[in-house]
């Protein structure tokens, strides 16, 4: 006899054949729709790995949203200093220059 869960509300699951509910580890099942090109990368990754795609997408949410949150964190933080004035804003124009300017400065060391 195989036995089904099913996720309900509040992190609760509720095996078919009993009547009985018991804590989940996960709120329920998520569609994710992906571009023809990421599912293509997707499926090559599952069959040269052996690993079935959920499991591959499953590692993979984690260190992205990770990435996100310190992405989000940075760019608060950074807005928050241009807003209270430590921090002045460059023109975009000047950045470059100044960049220009430091790796001609390496090169010219060089020779």
């Known amino acids: 006899m195989t036995l ?3 996720a309900y509300p509040a992190n609760l699951c509720r095996m078919v054949s009993i009547d009985t509910f018991k804590p989940c580890s996960y709120a329920g099942i998520m569609e994710v729709q992906f571009s023809p090109e990421i599912q293509a990368r997707l499926e090559r990754l599952a069959n040269e790995s052996g690993r079935s795609k959920d499991e591959l997408v499953q590692d993979a949410m984690p260190g992205y949203l990770d990435e996100l ?14 807003k209270s004035g430590r921090v002045n ?7 470059f220059a100044r960049l ?3 790796s001609d400065a390496r090169r010219n060391s060089r020779a």
């Open 4 to 6: 089904e869960w099913i």
């Open 69 to 82: 949150e310190r992405t989000r964190q940075m760019l608060d933080s950074r807005y928050d200093d241009i």
């Open 89 to 95: 804003p460059i023109d975009g124009e000047e950045a």
């Open 100 to 102: 220009r300017e430091k």
